[in-house]
């Protein structure tokens, strides 16, 4: 495989990061690009000189501008999406203004994020309502996954204990960080008139997207992680069809109850429009980083670079790891290929139950070593009782990358298991 050589360590100097970290952990929290800093300090400065013209007048246009570019790049109507400060706050919009009774279920499943569990069990406890979780074990290919989900469907319906109301859906899981087929399990589960959340807290700048075409009832995506915006920007999408069920997490005066079938009248944008005084320069940076992703490449030369050195970087790392695995398939992925997209999961030399040692304060443990005395990061997680590596690949990063971050995991892998003997 020929990986593209316009990027690599050499845009490092277009990026905030210090010189001498080594990320393969953008997937955590992103970065932004140097050249967003003028303008986001500029939109800052604009809200402290006047700041009633610009917060009661002169943001919204700007705003309106920023949204219509992420309309372009996931193919949806501006009017169909809200800018909100991360994935969560999205999440949590939706899950708690749907209309749900006693009895009722969800389904979802055992990838999602921890977060997003516990956003689920706050509507089991809070709505009381009935839980289907669904327990992946990876590496599957996608039809595995559709055939398990329309298994579960059909069965939970064929009890006559209750209906199932909404469906969690991952487009890129966190851990394990694959690929979800999440436009066709939004089309299954639309089948059995249940709604979609689609998390993509990963998805805009990963993947491309088209959300006319996927038309998921519900889709969150941070615009912070893989598309370079400032922290925290996000953006929920809210088909027409649905916008009068939906109310934001902090309401305004805005707020109108849609509940009337004869209703049809529409709040949506209005009632997002204004959460409470706020910095909302986050969300007028899209235009400038879509600018500086053009001068890169464009999107396709992006995504293609980043899965390039996901694949290519995973089997450095898979090497390296393999001097203390004696197995052949170390790479978390399956015979299709689809489960790897910009971060790639490698099996990592540690056994997996560690006598007096938590799983929690293994994760620590790598945590604070990679950090504080190999000044490098990448997260690393347990799935299906076997320890993983997730390596992400950023167009700043190049294989050097993956070696250094491989050999700093083994070298903690040999330390922590020096604890147990």
Not at 254 to 277: L, R, V
Not at 295 to 318: F, H, P, Q, R, S
Request: net charge negative; glycine share 4%; hydrophobic share 40%.
């Amino acid at each position: 495989m020929t990986i593209n050589s316009s990027f690599g360590r050499h845009l490092r100097s277009h990026f905030l990061l210090d010189p001498k970290y080594t990320s393969l952990n953008h997937g955590s929290f992103g970065t932004m690009p140097k050249a967003i800093v003028p303008h986001l300090n500029e939109l800052r400065m604009k809200a402290e000189t006047n700041p009633d013209r610009w917060l009661r007048r002169d943001m919204f246009p700007v705003i309106e501008e920023n949204k219509k570019t992420l309309a372009s790049i996931v193919h949806a109507d501006p009017e169909e999406l809200v800018f909100v400060f991360n994935a969560m706050t999205g999440i949590n919009t939706v899950a708690r203004s749907l209309p749900v009774k006693a009895g009722d279920k969800i389904i979802y499943f055992s990838t999602a994020y921890n977060s997003v569990e516990g956003t689920i069990n706050f509507l089991k406890n809070s709505r009381d309502l009935n839980l289907v979780r669904i327990n992946l074990t990876y590496p599957l290919s996608d039809s595995d996954i559709l055939n398990t989900l329309k298994e579960t469907i059909e069965f939970e319906n064929s009890k006559g204990d209750g209906s199932i109301k909404l469906c969690f859906i991952d487009a890129i899981s966190s851990v394990p960080a694959v690929r979800f087929p999440f436009e066709s399990a939004v089309k299954l589960v639309r089948k059995y008139n249940i709604l979609s959340l689609v998390d993509g807290a990963h998805a805009v700048g990963q993947i491309p997207l088209n959300l006319h075409d996927s038309d998921p009832d519900f889709f969150i995506t941070n615009c912070h992680k893989w598309l370079f915006a400032p922290r925290g920007c996000a953006i929920l999408y809210v088909p027409f069809r649905n916008q009068h069920l939906v109310h934001p997490a902090i309401i305004n005066s805005a707020y109108a109850d849609h509940s009337d079938p004869s209703d049809k009248t529409i709040s949506f944008q209005q009632e997002f429009a204004w959460p409470g005084t706020n910095d909302f320069s986050n969300f007028m940076c899209v235009n400038r980083v879509v600018e500086f992703r053009k001068m890169l490449g464009g999107e396709e030369a992006i995504m293609k670079y980043c899965n390039d050195l996901a694949v290519e970087g995973g089997k450095t790392a898979a090497k390296i790891f393999s001097v203390a695995i004696e197995e052949e398939d170390i790479i978390l992925e399956n015979s299709e290929n689809t489960l790897t997209v910009a971060m790639v999961n490698v099996k990592i030399p540690l056994k997996s139950v560690m006598i007096g040692i938590t799983d929690a304060q293994v994760i620590e443990m790598f945590i604070d070593k990679l950090l504080f005395e190999h000044n490098c990061m990448a997260l690393i997680y347990k799935h299906n009782d076997i320890w993983y590596a997730r390596l992400s690949a950023q167009v700043y990063n190049d294989v050097s990358d993956f070696e250094v971050v491989a050999k700093a995991i083994l070298q903690i892998c040999k330390e922590i298991e020096n604890l147990n003997k």
